[in-house]
């Protein structure tokens, strides 16, 4: 796979289809009366760190949901890495479950910890595994040889993720039981295992005091570098946005108001309006 | 890192190498244990030992006191030791549904009835139209379909776990509470279809019924031939021979249970009842889950059923109330949910209660004054007092599951998983086992640690607050 | 056809029965989302207290004078109503309440260990058998003033009208008019907002529980002078049919109840009539397991928002 160099213009409809391994096309969401996205065009360039950004209740995690296959949009088109995750029969969208979401190569994290409380950090992380392993229910049955074999893979394997995460020493206590830091930690560490290609954050850095923000931040850098991961992130820490992202995309009630590098996103001054109020916007 | 065990072996020859392996290992397993926990292996070799020889003990000694009442407390008639051995069967599969994949099934026992009548319908006189016999040690021209017990038991097995799927293929995606009450309906539906259809009248293109008896209604079927291996028959009047049959079946089920929680499915189970959400997003598939779940943990109950109708020699409806179902619930909710171990000495308590303790009980009661009420009658009173007991001051249950966290830190990791195979569990099982004993002891000293390790239910603490899940005694 | 419209009649009565007990599943269902199992219990118990007021403590026989018998049959009504309230709010205190944060599935389990002890109370007291009354109302057609005789509404049947209609508006108007019912509304809808609105959550459940009871108790007296009989395992039953009432008719929804436990005492009805009576149940159930898979939601769909 080729990454592209991140340098050029990254907004929306710019980028050549192979470079790019998420194309959203008016994709619109509502539930009852409520638009939450409303018509949204979005592509995450290969390799980039996007960073979807907009005040609460913008649609940011509703669009997140509709591409990890949580919610199913009431219209539009979304492929991931050139196959569609929204198929329309007659009349009817549906979405990709959100497993067969994951098989394909998108990994997530969520807003408020969802980890397997009472489960072993490895084995949470073990669960992120499940989706590429094989074996049957009578393999575990009669512990034939394959099954020991993929265990025993997917042990090694969790323990490399937890080294990543730098939680290796911590692998048998109960996920509940970990530091706020480190759960978020193991939540990534969790996503990594389904061995994705685009990686979705939903604010990584909540919570966090300064020095654990710029390690978190040092440390998504660090996925991109390493792992050739594309990043996706819901943020609200504006230095976490201005100081990692490729591209920035703002949303405001379901719509795309502003997009593109972080200077000309913090420059905008319908961004302004939106966050700050039309009387700020005026004064800027 | 992880100390990487041996290559495994490929196929079926690597298969049977491992088993020996494990079985080999046993006695080093065994020797290390000794050394390192002493005072904990000689008990457990001590209950081993004890469970092993209990029924030859309470033929030749314990049931002459109960004859002389020279002990205080009664001893279970074999016959209800043989229950006990069926109900634990029943509680592991229930535990599989309830306590891995925290599926709540108020109706398990329409799983043992369709056990139990899948044998009644091919091992009896029932169909006696037909004289249908295979490998099954009755005379030619026998009426009847007469299959061994060795081939009911996959039967059962089978019949249960298809049930189970196609109950839950369409109810699984309910919500918790409304998932509990289907269930309960279908348990209250099939033993309604067994009792009423003993006068079938029907005419459908090629099939003619006429007051056909189909399942023998309130009557039910019998005599139902009982196991037989090797000449020996394990029916109710043989004593030990059938607690020694119902013992190996609850070991098997022990081993597979066990087995699936240490598997990928297992871990599935749990996070699915931990978080379904979460567990979806990281790539679970919840339908293929959760249906495995049901159908796995309903074929358990299949199998006790099966032994159930073989062993009395007969099967009514009546076996298989709401009542019967709670019984289950209890026993897994007493035990421990989630903990295999705990849920074995919740079966075991809760069955001796019910079928020796109470009855004796009230045999005593009587005796004193024959007003009294008889606490054999009422053992639903005692048993709902103790639920609702349990989920407020325990809901964790009496032997909690710890996870498996016992597992991964007593041998090293690759060691665990490379010889802990079917048999070789088996030290390895026992040894966890007196962890969740040794738990329990630091529960009764410390109550705030035993908090921590609370996961069946409690409030979430604060994750800062809490380290670790507590360690064991030793 | 006179026969359809017989079985339509008793069907009514069953469903008046069945929607006193099931307003009690959905009012509670709907404010802290269990299924009161129960419920059906404090019936069963509330049908014994009517049986034992009857018999031996008013002693009302088919020969008390009528002035005298309707006086004292209020008196009983009230005297149940008042046991079963307090029964079911004692219920709640002891067995749910504690359980308030526990995961979901710990109440519904707290619950049915109750059932089984108040069954196992109701045995122990009453024993295993039948118990029943005389029939007390006058043996009367009430169609027969109309100079319809070949179908039947008897002096039983009118009484269940007479005891349910003003107690299901009663229970409308205290709903949607008072300020008590109101602030069951809203805790319904959010208990934890309801609360920072100055709502009294615990008093507004316990409130709950006291109406559901009180409701279940007059359904009890209905059923001992409707059916002159009573066991210590009808709760089962009767709970069984009234809860699928209210998940038939959209759970946490009164109406719907109301409507539910019509059909569901229709269904009774004809089941026992034109099927056999020993498939009733199965046929109630396989009912509730239907609307569960395929409609939820219900007739009427939920009142409440779903909060899962």
């Given amino acids: 796979m080729t990454v592209p160099p991140l340098t050029g213009d990254l907004r929306t409809g710019v980028l050549p289809e192979d470079a790019v391994i998420v194309r959203a096309r008016g994709v619109t969401k509502r539930f009852g009366g409520l638009v939450a996205v409303n018509e949204v065009d979005f592509d995450i360039p290969r390799g980039a760190i996007v960073s979807l950004i907009g005040p609460n209740g913008a649609g940011k995690t509703t669009f997140f949901n509709m591409i990890t296959g949580a919610y199913t949009p009431t219209a539009g088109e979304i492929s991931f890495d050139g196959q569609p995750l929204i198929t329309k029969s007659r009349s009817k969208v549906r979405s990709k479950k959100p497993h067969e979401v994951t098989a394909l190569g998108i990994g997530r994290t969520f807003q408020n910890i969802r980890l397997f409380g009472t489960m072993s950090t490895l084995d949470n992380v073990r669960v992120g595994l499940h989706v590429h392993m094989r074996s049957h229910w009578w393999d575990s049955v009669l512990r034939t040889p394959g099954m020991r074999v993929e265990e025993q893979a997917s042990i090694d394997r969790g323990m490399e993720l937890l080294e990543l995460v730098g939680l290796q020493t911590r692998a048998e206590v109960w996920a509940r039981n970990l530091p706020y830091g480190d759960q978020r930690r193991l939540e990534i560490a969790r996503a990594l295992a389904t061995k994705p290609q685009l990686l979705l954050l939903d604010e990584p850095t909540a919570g966090m005091n300064s020095s654990e923000t710029a390690e978190m931040t040092a440390f998504i850098r660090r996925l991109r570098e390493e792992l050739k991961l594309t990043v996706l992130l819901i943020e609200h820490d504006m230095r976490v946005v201005m100081g990692i992202s490729d591209r920035v995309t703002v949303l405001d009630y379901g719509e795309v108001i502003a997009e593109g590098t972080p200077v000309e996103v913090r420059a905008n001054p319908r961004v302004i309006e939106a966050y700050l109020g039309r009387g700020a916007a005026a004064e800027a | 890192m992880t100390p990487q065990a041996k290559p495994i072996q490929m196929g079926v020859i690597g298969w049977l190498a491992s088993l020996a392996e494990a079985a080999m290992s046993v006695p080093g397993a065994y020797r290390q244990n000794f050394r390192r926990h002493p005072r904990r292996t000689i008990i457990l070799t001590v209950l081993i030992v004890f469970a092993i020889v209990y029924p030859v003990l309470n033929r030749e000694i314990f049931q002459p006191w109960n004859r002389h009442s020279s002990f205080p407390l009664p001893f279970p008639e074999d016959a209800v030791v043989t229950f006990m051995m069926i109900l634990s069967i029943m509680a592991i599969g229930l535990n599989i549904v309830a306590g891995f994949a925290g599926l709540l099934d108020l109706g398990y026992v329409a799983f043992y009835a369709l056990g139990a009548y899948t044998a009644a319908f091919l091992a009896s006189p029932h169909f006696g139209s037909v004289s249908v016999i295979l490998f099954s040690q009755v005379p030619p021209g026998f009426p009847g379909i007469h299959l061994p017990f060795w081939m009911l038991v996959p039967l059962g097995f089978a019949v249960a776990a298809l049930f189970g799927v196609l109950l839950g293929a369409p109810t699984l995606r309910l919500r918790g509470d409304y998932l509990a009450i289907v269930t309960l309906g279908f348990g209250e539906i099939v033993p309604v279809v067994f009792k009423n259809l003993s006068a079938v009248n029907f005419d459908l293109g090629p099939i003619h019924l006429v007051n056909a008896n189909l399942t023998g209604g309130n009557l039910g079927i019998n005599p139902i031939d009982p196991p037989r291996f090797f000449g020996i028959t394990f029916g109710s009047n043989s004593g030990i021979a059938a607690v020694y049959l119902g013992m190996i079946l609850l070991v098997v089920a022990i081993v597979i249970a066990r087995n699936l929680e240490r598997s990928r499915m297992g871990r599935a189970w749990m996070a699915i009842r931990e978080d379904e959400i979460a567990a979806e997003m990281m790539g679970v598939n919840l339908v293929r889950t959760k249906l495995l779940a049901f159908g796995l943990g309903a074929s358990f109950a299949g199998v006790a059923g099966v032994m159930q109708a073989s062993y009395q020699g007969v099967t009514t409806s009546d076996f298989f109330m709401f009542s019967t179902s709670i019984l289950i619930l209890i026993m897994i909710i007493l035990g421990g949910i989630g903990n295999i171990w705990g849920v074995i000495v919740g079966a075991l308590t809760i069955a001796f209660l019910d079928k020796t303790f109470l009855p004796y009980l009230g045999q005593r009661l009587q005796a004193i004054d024959s007003s009294l009420p008889n606490p054999s009658q009422f053992n639903f009173l005692i048993f709902g007092i103790l639920l609702v007991v349990m989920m407020r001051f325990r809901p964790e249950g009496f032997l909690p599951s710890r996870q498996r966290a016992a597992e991964l830190r007593h041998a090293p990791v690759g060691q665990a998983i490379g010889s802990a195979a079917v048999m070789g569990d088996a030290a390895l099982a026992s040894e966890e086992f007196a962890d969740t004993l040794a738990a329990e002891q630091v529960v009764e000293v410390e109550a705030e640690a035993a908090d921590a390790a609370d996961q069946a239910a409690g409030p979430p603490t604060d994750p800062a607050a809490d380290t670790e899940p507590p360690k064991d005694a030793t | ?308």
């Fill in chain 3, 1 to 308: 056809m006179d026969q359809i419209a017989q079985t339509i009649i008793i069907g009514i009565a069953n469903g008046m029965i069945f929607a006193l007990v099931a307003l009690g599943y959905t009012l509670v269902y709907g404010i802290i989302e269990l299924i009161n199992f129960a419920h059906g219990e404090v019936f069963m118990l509330g049908s014994f207290m009517a049986l034992v007021l009857i018999t031996t403590v008013f002693k009302i026989t088919a020969g008390t004078p009528l002035a005298l018998m309707v006086g004292q049959v209020l008196i009983v009504i009230v005297i149940t109503m008042l046991a079963t309230a307090t029964l079911n709010v004692t219920i709640e205190r002891v067995a749910y309440r504690p359980l308030r944060n526990a995961p979901k599935l710990a109440p519904l389990i707290s619950a049915i260990g109750m059932s089984f002890v108040l069954q196992n109370v109701a045995l122990l007291i009453f024993g295993p058998a039948n118990d029943g009354v005389d029939r007390i109302l006058p043996n009367v057609n009430v169609l027969s003033v109309f100079g319809i005789t070949n179908v039947t509404i008897s002096a039983e049947q009118v009484f269940v009208a007479l005891v349910t209609i003003p107690l299901l508006l009663a229970l409308s108007w205290f709903v949607t008019k008072t300020r008590q019912g109101k602030a069951m509304r809203a805790t319904a809808q959010d208990p934890d907002t309801a609360g920072l609105m100055g709502v009294d959550v615990n008093r507004t459940i316990a409130i709950t529980f006291l109406i559901g009871g009180a409701l279940a108790g007059a359904a009890g007296v209905v059923q001992i002078l409707y059916n002159n009989t009573t066991v210590w395992n009808l709760g089962f039953r009767f709970g069984l049919n009234s809860f699928t009432s209210a998940v038939l008719g959209g759970i946490g929804n009164l109406q719907g109840a109301v409507l539910g436990a019509m059909v569901l005492g229709l269904i009774n009805a004809f089941s026992d009539r034109y099927l056999a009576a020993n498939w009733t149940n199965a046929i109630v159930f396989a009912v509730l397991i239907g609307i569960l898979v395929f409609r939820p939601t219900g007739l009427l769909g939920q009142q409440l928002a779903d909060r899962a």
